[in-house]
Structures are given as structure tokens and as C-alpha cells.
């Protein structure tokens, strides 16, 4: 079945997709967050110690000195301004 839509009608269509979709990636970048600042990884030192530790989520560091480099959740994390240690 074919739908035929005036134009206002698909730019109402257009309009509710990118609020929703908004709305997805922002629930997804808290949820990323949290994991970031609160989920500990498994980090081994130069001697070979294994220790846990948080990583902390960028967007939630008051110095802008946060990396993605050891983030748990970086592949799913929707954010377009990650930074990566050199």
C-alpha cells in the first residue's frame, strides 16, 4: 500500500523522526555517561599490577581533560567530540 502526503505532511513526518531520534541519542549519551563515570575497567601498570579503576565520561570533567582511550562503552557512545590521548 502506497501512501501519497502533501507536503506539509511529510515535513511533519520529517520533523517527529528528528525529535525522536533526539531524544534516543540523548537518553543513549546519559546512559554512556554513567557507565563512563562509574563502571570500573581492569587496568594493568607498567610492572604488571592489575587494579580497577573508573575511567570518568569527558562531558563530565570540569577540566576538559578527559579521553575515550579506556572508555567501557566508546563504540556505542554517540558523542561527535571524543578525544583520544596521543
Do not use: F, W
Not at 563502571?39 to 569527558?58: F, K, W
Amino acid at each position: 500500500m502506497q501512501y501519497i502526503l502533501t507536503a506539509d505532511e511529510y515535513r511533519e513526518l520529517q520533523t517527529t523522526a528528528l525529535i525522536a531520534k533526539a531524544k534516543v541519542v540523548g537518553v543513549v549519551q546519559d546512559l554512556c555517561t554513567r557507565v563512563a563515570d562509574n563502571e570500573p575497567i581492569i587496568l594493568r601498570d607498567a610492572d604488571g599490577t592489575i587494579h580497577e579503576q573508573t575511567v570518568g565520561c569527558m562531558l563530565s570533567c570540569e577540566d576538559d581533560e578527559g579521553v575515550c582511550d579506556n572508555c567501557p562503552v566508546q563504540n556505542v557512545c554517540p558523542c561527535d567530540h571524543k578525544t583520544y590521548s596521543k
